[in-house]
């Protein structure tokens, strides 16, 4: 029988436990067994104006929001060893979904605040120690890159294409989709302002979109059947260009939507950043 205090310490892991055996044991039907964000309260970290939501790191995701609303600029900057990278969060005090990328280890969560021009000042710091349930868990999670829900037009094709089907299946139904169904915008591709995210709705309803948002819709259909699948930003040549990497029977596979729809053909391809 556990004690009152080992109950209390035992639930993240118990809910944990529940959600990937839900998600895994049987294996997975549709997007409505698909891994969603979620806030339990069960493991909520605070230092200064930065509030951690960590119940579900297990899972490769934590929640993040600013305790206090403010009209300044915010940027999250998320550190695990050598590797670092920096997101906008929104001022209004609203929980965001922010990726575990690197697996298992020590995470440095710190929330930045804009004072005046490009000076920012620290607004709070916490330490996370990850243990997922698998090393691959974060590419199953929605995030600012990969950002989509339930009703998401995307999702509900997938199901569509994909459901009940198993991983290599759904992989090539979607794959399938992307190259016959979709084309490359040239013009959003010079119009576009620098630094603007994957737009998945945007992509999906006009059949089109540039290296980022193909690859975001392509990794958003193959998640919500259960197959972790990577955005990965980079150069292919000397491009600066995103694709996606897939897990498929213990490996990783690699596609690349826009080469997919005939709007790229490069050679050589080097990660910088995945989400």
């Given at each position: 029988?556990?004690k009152r205090?080992?109950?209390?310490?035992?639930?993240p892991?118990?809910?944990?436990?529940?959600?990937?055996?839900?998600?895994?044991?049987?294996?997975?039907?549709?997007?409505?067994?698909?891994?969603?964000?979620?806030?339990?309260?069960?493991?909520?970290?605070?230092?200064?104006?930065?509030?951690?939501?960590?119940?579900?790191?297990?899972?490769?995701?934590?929640?993040?929001?600013?305790?206090n609303?403010?009209?300044?600029?915010?940027?999250?900057?998320?550190?695990?060893?050598?590797?670092?990278?920096?997101?906008?969060?929104?001022?209004?005090?609203?929980?965001?979904?922010?990726?575990?990328?690197?697996?298992?280890?020590?995470?440095?969560?710190?929330?930045?605040?804009?004072?005046?021009?490009?000076?920012?000042?620290?607004?709070?710091?916490?330490?996370?120690?990850?243990?997922?349930?698998?090393?691959?868990?974060?590419?199953?999670?929605?995030?600012?890159?990969?950002?989509?829900?339930l009703?998401?037009?995307?999702?509900?094709?997938?199901?569509?294409?994909?459901?009940?089907?198993?991983?290599?299946?759904?992989?090539?139904?979607?794959?399938?989709?992307?190259?016959?169904?979709?084309?490359?915008?040239?013009?959003?591709?010079?119009?576009?302002?620098?630094?603007?995210?994957?737009?998945?709705?945007?992509?999906y309803?006009?059949?089109?979109?540039?290296?980022q948002?193909?690859?975001?819709v392509?990794?958003?259909?193959?998640?919500?059947?259960?197959?972790?699948?990577?955005l990965?930003?980079?150069?292919?040549?000397?491009?600066?260009?995103?694709?996606?990497?897939?897990?498929?029977?213990?490996?990783?596979?690699?596609?690349?939507?826009?080469?997919?729809?005939?709007?790229?053909?490069?050679?050589?391809?080097?990660?910088?950043?995945?989400?």
């Amino acid at each position: 029988m556990l004690k009152r205090g080992m109950l209390r310490a035992a639930i993240p892991l118990i809910l944990l436990l529940g959600a990937w055996f839900a998600f895994c044991g049987t294996g997975q039907a549709s997007s409505m067994d698909a891994v969603w964000p979620e806030t339990p309260g069960v493991d909520v970290r605070t230092n200064g104006n930065l509030v951690i939501d960590a119940s579900n790191m297990g899972l490769g995701y934590v929640m993040v929001r600013a305790g206090n609303p403010t009209s300044h600029g915010l940027k999250i900057r998320i550190t695990c060893g050598q590797w670092q990278l920096n997101y906008d969060l929104n001022g209004q005090g609203n929980y965001e979904s922010f990726p575990l990328q690197r697996g298992s280890g020590q995470y440095e969560v710190a929330l930045f605040e804009n004072v005046s021009g490009n000076k920012y000042s620290s607004e709070g710091k916490v330490t996370l120690d990850a243990h997922l349930v698998s090393e691959s868990a974060a590419f199953l999670v929605p995030n600012q890159y990969v950002s989509y829900e339930l009703w998401t037009s995307a999702v509900q094709k997938s199901d569509e294409l994909c459901a009940d089907q198993p991983p290599q299946q759904v992989f090539n139904a979607v794959t399938n989709f992307i190259a016959t169904e979709f084309q490359y915008d040239f013009v959003r591709a010079k119009t576009i302002p620098s630094g603007a995210l994957p737009e998945i709705d945007y992509c999906y309803e006009n059949r089109m979109g540039i290296c980022q948002d193909l690859a975001a819709v392509t990794v958003c259909m193959l998640r919500v059947q259960g197959v972790p699948a990577k955005l990965q930003i980079g150069y292919a040549d000397s491009y600066y260009h995103a694709w996606t990497s897939v897990y498929l029977n213990g490996q990783e596979v690699f596609f690349d939507p826009t080469n997919a729809v005939g709007a790229i053909n490069a050679k050589k391809y080097s990660v910088e950043r995945e989400y």
